[in-house]
């Protein structure tokens, strides 16, 4: 056995990972708020949360309490017991969703596994899983088979059969949902494939399609959910109500937790033995959840982030208003993304790291914002200053 050498940067030490991401050369060792900072010293503002994930920003004293004080007991104690923080976390997570049940598991792309599964359940014999073009639903392969990228997809074929790809945001092709499908599966906002909001009155629509056909209407809010875009969940501010939801990445403030959660017959659909998850819904993470969504319900805090949204949008279009790069500023709340004219939202992301600032590609043409949901409106104007800056130094 060789001895392992640890001299050198981690970049270049990375040999021991497999190679399923391309990482940039930051080493990030400690953070606090919105700020991060790397082995150097070197201090950024941090409008990516870790995709979207670390919603009170690092270090939040509700977050560190209740992790000291859950580590300091049950960690983990499987499914075959009872814990108070799971109950606890499934009824205050369903009572603001305006859901019934939730089923707990550990991921974004396995709570959509939970959804698929629901929804077999729930509609025996359909044998249609309808999703659409832009969308990315996770990399198992169920939430794969609904993500419809060629180099996303084509290395992993057989994928799950009958998945049916629509365009998004088009009223024209809901004809296409019948009484073959078992479950239309939408994010309210893509995230990945954009920064793209749903036009106003489709999800309207596309809940009446489902309605007419029976099937079972699913919102994957793993990253528009718990808090992002002004509302708990962003359907929460459309006024149409999905049979189930699917959430993961901000619900445990950086741990990793997903949940799926239903109302109806689809909350009933799964039976014992149906499903189950080793770690889901576990005392520690479902603790830490449960002080992360007693913040974001707190007074004043969701209607805080509508208004940092709207700053950070407004900062954002007066930054790169002219910049013959940048085209729209579009989004909901705290997830904002830039289009820019061309695919150069790596060289953009890159320059902004430069200069302090970590933002994250959408695609290649859009840089997002998806900053903790704390942000102040300094740490807004700031991060739109240096946009500009790393906007500059592309072109
Ligand atoms: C909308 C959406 N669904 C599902 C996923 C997959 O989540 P995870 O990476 O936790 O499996 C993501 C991740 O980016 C997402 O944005």
């Known amino acids: 056995m060789t001895t392992p050498e640890w001299a050198g940067t981690l970049a270049e030490r990375g040999g021991a990972l497999m190679h399923t991401y391309g990482r940039y050369p930051i080493e990030l060792v400690s953070g606090r708020g919105c700020r991060v900072a790397d082995a150097d010293g070197r201090e950024y503002l941090d409008m990516v949360a870790g995709i979207a994930v670390t919603a009170l920003g690092h270090g939040h004293p509700a977050v560190v309490e209740a992790l000291h004080r859950a580590a300091d007991g049950?960690?983990?104690?499987?499914n075959l017991y009872w814990?108070?923080?799971?109950?606890?976390?499934a009824e205050r997570l369903t009572a603001a969703a305006g859901m019934e049940r939730a089923f707990f598991c550990n991921s974004g792309a396995?709570?959509?596994e939970a959804a698929i599964k629901m929804a077999r359940r729930a509609r025996p014999g359909r044998t249609r899983l309808v999703a659409f073009d832009g969308a990315f639903h996770g990399r198992t392969l169920g939430a794969l088979s609904l993500t419809a990228r060629p180099a996303y997809q084509e290395p992993f074929r057989p994928l799950v059969p009958g998945t049916t790809i629509l365009p998004f945001g088009d009223p024209a092709a809901l004809g296409a949902i019948d009484g073959t499908v078992a479950m239309v599966l939408v994010e309210p906002v893509q995230g990945e494939?954009?920064?793209r909001p749903a036009p106003p009155g489709w999800l309207a629509?596309?809940?009446e399609a489902c309605d007419a056909a029976g099937a079972l209407l699913v919102f994957?809010?793993?990253q528009s959910g718990m808090g992002r875009t002004g509302t708990l969940f962003a359907f929460q501010a459309e006024g149409v109500v999905p049979d189930a939801v699917t959430s993961a990445k901000a619900l445990a403030g950086g741990l990793p937790m997903g949940a799926l959660l239903a109302r109806g017959e689809a909350a009933g659909a799964l039976q014992p033995g149906d499903h189950a998850s080793t770690f889901g819904g576990g005392p520690l993470v479902a603790a830490v959840a449960d002080a992360v969504l007693q913040v974001i319900l707190s007074d004043g805090f969701l209607p805080r982030v509508r208004q940092a949204g709207e700053a950070l949008s407004g900062s954002l279009a007066a930054a790169v208003t002219g910049h013959p790069l940048a085209g729209a500023v579009r989004g909901r709340g705290l997830m904002q993304g830039v289009a820019l004219?061309?695919?150069l939202a790596a060289d953009v992301t890159a320059a902004a790291a430069e200069r302090g600032l970590l933002v994250c590609p959408a695609g290649p043409g859009v840089v997002r914002f998806t900053p903790p949901l704390i942000v102040t409106d300094a740490e807004i104007d700031e991060a739109a200053g240096l946009f500009r800056s790393a906007l500059a130094a592309v072109g």
Do not use: I, W
């Open 74 to 78: 049950l960690v983990h104690t499987s």
């Open 83 to 89: 814990t108070e923080p799971m109950v606890r976390l």
């Open 220 to 222: 994957d809010e793993v």
């Open 205 to 207: 629509a596309l809940r």
């Open 341 to 343: 004219t061309g695919p």
């Open 110 to 112: 396995e709570s959509v």
């Open 193 to 195: 494939g954009g920064v």
